[in-house]
């Protein structure tokens, strides 16, 4: 069901485009990813900030830069490197389809991105939003970028009732914005709302009194403004109880472990651990036959140096952090490795076993 035309002529939308491409123009963050148009740039920072706060993007988008600066430094450079840069901002496979779709614009399109919808769609992890930030942002065409804080505003100054959790809403947003994008500059428009998503037409009590386009508001008008938009709650997600250990060898090299090349984290790498099925599985000796039974690994447990819990969208890991040693003599393969403190630096891990691993180092400071 498309947005009915008649919310749409409520508004004058010239006097609204200028309303938000010029409190925007003068109000805008001082963003990285904004001092030039580059597509490959803006690809980039669109693909870090899904699900992911502007603040803790930066410095990972900085770095990234400057380890591949352009689409044939990104093409060419090896995945655990790429891996590495990325370490610490979760959603894994949104840089490996990002890797894997810039190598086919090196050789597709000779290192151009695309500038149509129909091709640029067409690459690994790009996605409606994403073609559509890079089409209006990077090279001026009127393409709706419609994510959850442009769905957010549009649903209030268009009075949309649609539940923007269901997929099929996000049709109803994108018809809304091509009715209403300005076509003399897309790109602002669009970074425009998104901006004004982040910072004044909040998910919780938005700043109306501050914002540029209140007059144009319909929610506002109506005193719902804080009822839209409309999201229905997610179903409940699975909890996995987890027992993992930082194993010393006899020479004081740790253990790691490379995860499979698909599914969840894939190809990161993690302490070794044991998935806890019973109450009875969390006392240690029974830990440390799981890990022999499970792992082929002959380890004595210590103790328990924390517990880590770590969210994701469909589960919830809570892990039980020991620290032991390794009696069996390991051969190292390309899934094992035995490293030292400096050498684990090379490595790329999630951020619950980065958690883990600063827990380790705390415990090693602590005087005994």
């Known amino acids: ?10 508004i004058n939308i010239t006097s609204f485009q200028n309303d ?11 963003l990285p990813w904004r001092k030039d148009r580059d597509p490959y740039k803006v690809w980039v920072s669109e693909i870090m900030l899904q699900q992911t706060r502007v603040d803790t993007v ?31 901002l979760g959603y894994y496979s949104r840089v490996r389809n990002l890797q894997s779709a810039v190598r086919e614009v090196k050789e597709k399109y000779h290192g151009k991105v695309p500038d149509t919808r ?63 994008i300005s076509h003399e500059d897309p790109s602002s428009f669009n970074q425009a709302l998104m901006e004004l998503g982040a910072l004044i037409c ?18 506002f008008e109506e005193g719902v403004q804080n009822e839209l938009p409309v999201k229905t709650k997610k179903t409940k997600t699975r909890e996995v109880q987890l027992a993992a250990a930082v194993l010393l060898n006899e020479d ?63 589960l919830v890991w809570k892990i039980k952090v020991y620290i032991g040693t390794i009696n069996n003599k390991m051969e190292e393969n390309s899934e094992w490795k035995l490293v030292s403190t400096e050498e684990i630096e090379e490595y790329a891990f999630p951020v619950s076993y980065q958690k883990m691993y600063q827990l380790f180092l705390k415990q090693q400071r602590t005087p005994k």
């Open 252 to 314: 004081g090299k740790i253990l790691i472990h490379k995860r499979p090349s698909d599914g969840l984290l894939a190809n990161l790498w993690e302490f070794p651990n044991v998935e806890l099925h019973h109450p009875i599985q969390h006392e240690r000796g029974n830990v440390m036959d799981l890990f022999e039974n499970s792992l082929g690994l002959n380890v004595h447990l210590k103790k328990v140096i924390g517990q880590i819990e770590h969210v994701f969208s469909h």
């Open 58 to 88: 930066i410095p990972y988008f900085n770095r990234f830069i400057e380890w591949f600066p352009d689409i044939d430094a990104l093409a060419e450079a090896e995945e655990d490197k790429v891996l590495k840069a990325w370490e610490g």
């Open 118 to 180: 129909e091709e640029i769609a067409k690459l690994k992890g790009v996605g409606p939003y994403t073609a559509g930030a890079i089409l209006s942002i990077a090279y001026g065409i009127p393409e709706p970028a419609v994510d959850g804080n442009v769905m957010r505003v549009l649903s209030r100054i268009l009075l949309i009732w649609e539940d923007i959790a269901k997929a099929s809403t996000r049709k109803v947003f994108e018809e809304a914005v091509r009715q209403i």
């Open 20 to 30: 938000l491409i010029t409190w925007f123009q003068q109000e805008k963050r001082d």
């Open 202 to 219: 909040t998910p919780t009590s938005p700043s109306c009194l501050l914002c540029p386009v209140r007059e144009h508001c319909q929610a």
């Open 1 to 10: 069901m498309l947005i009915e035309r008649k919310n749409i002529n409520k």
